[in-house]
């Protein structure tokens, strides 16, 4: 139902909210697991398959590391892994925020074509610049990983 420019979700603010608690919950135990256990020491972690099939680095490979570094206080170190954390944990936190606050409400504002196409714009430039990222952190010696 839309009201206000805002569609009105339908459903119980309790069954709103289960997808959003379990998603932090899930979240929390993989939070306290990494922090408990190194990905750094092979054995405990499953391998990137473009790291294992292909010798190169996808965007994401050091992730786990750099997180594991931040939640260990090391910033250097995370920066060092995977310099994309520096925006992507943000980014994560933001939406899960947003989207937490709709579950909350049950309100969502509606987009005219011109946003959707805006935030369609948004998407594919963030997807061309992470992939950017994924080649070129594999040709850059700097960045210690890869081909270079």
Request: proline share 7%; net charge positive.
């Amino acid at each position: 139902m839309v009201r206000n420019g805002y569609v009105v979700e339908q459903r119980s603010r309790r069954r709103r909210l289960i997808p959003v608690a379990a998603t932090a919950i899930g979240a929390i135990v993989g939070t306290v697991y990494l922090r408990a256990v190194d990905p750094n020491i092979p054995g405990h972690y499953p391998g990137c398959p473009s790291q294992t099939f292909l010798g190169i680095d996808c965007p994401g490979c050091g992730g786990m590391r750099g997180t594991y570094d931040l939640l260990h206080g090391d910033v250097a170190g995370m920066l060092d892994h995977n310099i994309l954390l520096i925006i992507a944990l943000p980014a994560l936190l933001i939406a899960f925020g947003i989207w937490a606050y709709r579950a909350w409400t049950g309100r969502r504002p509606t987009a005219t074509p011109a946003q959707q196409a805006q935030r369609s714009r948004w998407m594919v430039t963030a997807l061309i610049a992470v992939l950017v990222f994924g080649v070129v952190r594999n040709f850059v010696p700097y960045l210690g990983s890869g081909l270079g």
